[in-house]
């Protein structure tokens, strides 16, 4: 990371984080808080805490650097849109969190951050094609997500799309 700064520290990038939601106060993160966040629970705003996860997941992008607390982001100029869900394995949440994705695409987005798996879905399978061809005004987001916990096979859907970053 400490190379990569003298080329960007990623100013101008907004990274959705699609997860349990990011602390919007957070003394590491709220500098770099996008004004913009959604819970796919209750379909509005703003993003709702769902678990510790998502703003763990959200300090390895946006933690501050220089700022005598807690560690710095590989991104530490990014802004952060906290996007929230349960994130449970189950048919209603790839719907949620395909709508989401979606969200993310429809408002800016320019990286989606996803350290979650999920049984497969045509809604979430479609929303990841539109993030990676229609994002970012069509040059397409960048997607990733995790691979999973198992150390074995990438899961779903780490696996579904070669473009993804995995």
């Not at 390895?60 to 952060?80: H, K, L, Q």
């Not at 990841?128 to 779903?156: D, H, K, P, W």
Request: negative net charge; charged residues 10%.
């Amino acid at each position: 990371a400490c190379d990569a700064w003298s080329l960007s520290t990623g100013r101008k990038i907004t990274i959705a984080i699609i997860d349990q939601g990011v602390e919007l106060n957070h003394p590491d993160l709220h500098a770099n808080i996008h004004e913009l966040s959604f819970d796919t629970e209750n379909g509005s705003s703003p993003s709702v805490v769902r678990g510790e996860h998502g703003t763990a997941c959200a300090g390895i992008f946006g933690s501050i650097r220089n700022n005598n607390t807690g560690i710095s982001g590989v991104a530490p100029e990014c802004r952060i849109m906290s996007i929230s869900s349960t994130v449970l394995v189950n048919q209603a949440t790839s719907m949620r969190l395909g709508n989401g994705i979606n969200w993310a695409v429809a408002h800016g987005a320019d990286v989606i951050s996803n350290s979650w798996f999920n049984i497969q879905s045509n809604i979430l399978d479609d929303a990841i094609t539109n993030a990676l061809s229609t994002g970012r005004n069509g040059l397409g987001c960048i997607v990733v997500f995790a691979t999973g916990n198992e150390n074995t096979n990438i899961s779903y859907p780490a696996n579904s799309n070669p473009s993804i970053l995995a």
